[in-house]
């Protein structure tokens, strides 16, 4: 269906101007904004309806937080703008200047302003009309499709909160599903009833998905080397497609399911088919969500942090293998690509590698001592195979220090934590 504000949000969102141009609309005095994205001292504020670029090095600013711009020796400068009363009165008062009212109202409003949009009178009349029953928990759903150009209507906004709640690791749903399959497999050996076609699917299907499953050695450090010259061949592919191939194999499961479900009788073999079919829907619906999220800004200013989790198995264990792929720019050279993964042997272990077009860098944390004299041996003829594959390897090395729990960005669109002003553009 036609989409009735994704142009508009694209026209707010993907405007930019030159820090010149900023310079000299502060001319005229400090100007209010809200900033956009930050990161690697730059800030993105979105100014009357237009982006600017401000270099904030020494300063912490988030997305959504309200600002002030101005010139303070002869620098462009951000401070937090001062706040009058609290975020909710200051919201209702600009949905009064506007014309509107009513819940629905507010929570189209407060979406416009996580997504980095002004509030835009027919836009916010448009929103309303299309979502009566917009509620507080579709907030975040509602902002992730404004800034991605998707389009908008009442099923698309709760298919988007169910896609974007919080959930667990990939790697146990699949684990899940697994065991799941064996626990059928076991009811169904030897029955006559069943179709020998049907089993013999399922048994393909359950290698299908053990095959897209990283599997790993315990106690091998070689497997980790390999593991990144893998990972580094096939990254785009992986993070972009949703980061594993279980999609194809559980959707595939699905539908063998729908056929089996007829010829089984028994309420013992029911309830294990149930139970698979369960476990199948709750990781394939993670997997969407995965991808789901990877679906970039529309804004040209920010580049997309890409991330997933690649289900990972050593020996009979399930875990998860995160990925986290960051371009300093649209049409930069640079760019970040981070992997976190816990190994039996070990411990916690992640890889940064920083890629300035020819040269890669790479850094290894582990939290211990022992880890890292496991794999500093093998650190040469890891940048070797790397060249082999054509990258220009100038730094590698092994350090031990704090490994992060996940690598997972943190919801762009939740609610701030602090009151903030409100732009408004009638």
């Given amino acids: 269906m036609p989409d009735p504000v994704s142009n508009q949000s694209a026209q707010w969102i993907a405007q930019k101007a030159t820090a010149g141009a900023l310079a000299k609309l502060l001319q005229g005095g400090p100007q209010s904004g809200r900033v956009i994205s930050s990161s690697r001292g730059q800030a993105e504020v979105l100014i009357g309806g237009k982006t600017y670029t401000v270099d904030v090095k020494g300063q912490t600013f988030k997305a959504g937080d309200a600002v002030q711009a101005k010139i303070l020796g002869g620098k462009i400068t951000l401070q937090p703008a001062p706040t009058h009363g609290n975020s909710a009165s200051s919201l209702a008062t600009a949905l009064q200047q506007l014309g509107l009212q009513g819940p629905a109202a507010q929570h189209a409003a407060e979406a416009l302003l996580r997504a980095g949009a002004p509030l835009d009178h027919a836009a916010l009349k448009e929103l309303t009309q299309l979502l009566p029953q917009l509620s507080g928990g579709q907030v975040s759903a509602l902002a992730f499709l404004i800034s991605r150009g998707l389009p908008i209507n009442d099923s698309l906004t709760a298919w988007a909160a169910y ?137 040209t200013a920010q580049a997309p942090t890409l991330f997933a989790e690649v289900p990972l198995r050593e020996q009979d264990e399930a875990g998860g293998l ?105």
């Avoid at 890889?351 to 939290?367: D, E, H, Q």
Wanted: hydrophobic share 40%.
């Fill in 163 to 299: 896609l974007l709640k919080p959930r667990g690791k990939l790697g146990d749903s699949i684990q899940t599903t697994r065991r799941a399959i064996d626990a059928l497999l076991e009811r169904l050996a030897g029955r006559e009833d069943i179709p020998r076609h049907l089993v013999e699917r399922l048994t393909q299907l359950r290698q299908d998905l053990e095959q897209s499953t990283l599997a790993m050695k315990s106690g091998d450090a070689d497997e980790l080397e390999a593991l990144i010259q893998r990972l580094l061949s096939t990254v785009a592919g992986r993070l972009r497609g949703g980061g594993d191939g279980s999609s194809e194999p559980l959707m595939k499961l699905l539908k063998l399911m729908r056929e089996m479900e007829p010829f089984v009788k028994d309420s013992a073999t029911m309830k294990a088919l149930r139970t698979l079919v369960d476990a199948a829907q709750q990781a394939h619906e993670h997997a969407d969500a995965q991808a789901f999220r990877n679906v970039p800004p529309q804004s």
């Fill in 322 to 426: 995160e990925l986290r792929y960051r371009k300093a720019k649209h049409d930069g050279d640079y760019a970040a690509f981070d992997m976190r993964v816990t190994m039996s042997a070990l411990g916690p272990v992640c890889a940064n590698l920083l890629w300035r077009k020819p040269s890669l860098k790479i850094m290894l944390t582990v939290s211990s001592d022992e880890a890292k004299s496991m794999i500093e041996p093998g650190v040469d003829g890891v940048a070797k195979r790397l060249g082999e594959l054509g990258f220009q390897v100038d730094a590698m090395r092994v350090q031990t220090g704090s490994v992060p729990e996940t690598l997972k960005p943190e919801d762009e669109f939740e609610a701030p934590a602090t009151p903030r002003g409100v732009d408004v553009k009638a």
